[in-house]
């Protein structure tokens, strides 16, 4: 599997912004599509936005334009962001990074890994 390592999270107000980030090391796998979920409390984990390796990008209804993901392909690490504005309560919950990762030689899919989560809290 492939190490995802994110950061970002945090507390913030109603309207205010946050970015995420994760990483991941190329130098074993290569990394294909990547994305956020987020998980509220009691809820099930849900797709919020995901980035193909050549930066075609899909959104949630709800955030599609306030949420941006990017992505870095940089030589032995690939970083995917997600920038979060005008955040609302209800998208309290944590943030989970994802990634498709395949054989560097096939090109085969060899499976997805989720990051460790990181926490979001939007106070109102």
């Known amino acids: 599997q492939v190490q995802l390592v994110e950061s970002g999270g945090g507390l913030v107000q109603a309207g205010e912004s946050l970015r995420l980030s994760c990483s991941a090391s190329?130098?074993?796998?290569?990394?294909?599509?990547m994305g956020w979920y987020s998980q509220a409390p009691g809820k099930q984990r849900t797709l919020v936005a995901t980035?193909?390796?050549?930066?075609?990008?899909?959104?949630a209804d709800s955030v599609r334009g306030r949420f941006t993901i990017s992505r870095d392909n940089a030589k032995n690490t690939v970083t995917v962001h997600l920038q979060m504005n005008n955040l609302e309560p209800e998208e309290t919950g944590v943030y989970y990074c994802?990634?498709?990762?395949?054989?560097?030689?096939?090109?085969?899919?060899?499976?997805?890994?989720w990051g460790q989560g990181t926490q979001v809290t939007v106070s109102s």
């Open positions: 190329t130098r074993v796998f290569r990394i294909n599509d």
């Open positions: 994802w990634a498709e990762y395949r054989s560097p030689t096939s090109g085969a899919a060899l499976g997805g890994s």
């Open positions: 980035i193909t390796v050549d930066g075609q990008s899909t959104y």
